[in-house]
């Protein structure tokens, strides 16, 4: 149990440093419509997440059961892809950032958020948790709990966990903000100028290192 937390909580990090759903809850924290808004659209990013996560774990069930003495190398085949896909991943956002001749500076769909009214905030953030990335991160966390072999129970308790962990950069400050708007509004556009500059770098090396682990996990199985 303690070994899959330990693999849990780097893959959690990586979900949680994601750029796109962290951008999308600034602009509706510092938008006129924060307050119809801000809760579906979190509900929206949690309710997602949980599809998604419960999504990749029944489907790792179709996978051979795990063996103590024995590698199994369908899974390791499929961490290795997974894995280099992830350092695809980030290896693609670090060059786009890094060969961006203009200053950073919001993406051209930012304008709309500001019109958001609540059905709308909730699918978009249903819909951040079916982008190819979080799809990724969930096929290592259901691979994680098939392999761990856990208890029904245990393996829910951990894809809960996940799903706190993962959503923890959009749910708190959404909370915090409602509960205490004038003492988080001056943190949120620092946060956001920050998000703009180093947001990208972040996100492209935890997905690196992420997508090495996975890759030697599934290397060490052959």
Not at 85 to 94: D, P, Q, T
Not at 113 to 137: C, Q, S, Y
Request: hydrophobic share 60%; charged share 10%.
């Amino acid at each position: 149990m303690i070994g899959a937390v330990g693999q849990l909580l780097p893959v959690a990090l990586a979900a949680a440093l994601s750029s796109v759903p962290i951008t999308i809850m600034l602009l509706i924290l510092l938008s006129p419509r924060r307050r119809s808004a801000a809760l579906p659209f979190m509900i929206g990013c949690v309710l997602g997440m949980l599809i998604v996560v419960v999504a990749a774990t029944i489907a790792s069930q179709a996978l051979p059961p795990a063996r103590a003495h024995r590698a199994d190398r369908t899974l390791a085949v499929i961490e290795v892809t997974v894995g280099l896909a992830l350092i695809v991943f980030g290896v693609r956002s670090w060059r786009r950032h890094l060969h961006a001749t203009e200053e950073p500076r919001l993406p051209s769909w930012a304008a709309a958020v500001d019109h958001l009214g609540p059905i709308k905030a909730f699918g978009v953030g249903l819909i951040m948790a079916f982008r190819p990335k979080n799809l990724l991160l969930a096929a290592v966390i259901g691979l994680q709990l098939h392999v761990s072999s856990l208890k029904a129970t245990a393996s829910l308790a951990l894809g809960i966990c996940y799903v706190v962990l993962a959503t923890s950069t959009v749910t708190i400050p959404i909370l915090a903000t409602l509960l205490a708007p004038a003492r988080m509004e001056p943190r949120l556009g620092t946060a956001s100028k920050m998000l703009a500059t180093d947001g990208p770098i972040v996100s492209a090396v935890v997905l690196i290192v992420l997508g090495l682990v996975v890759v030697g996990a599934g290397l060490q199985s052959f």
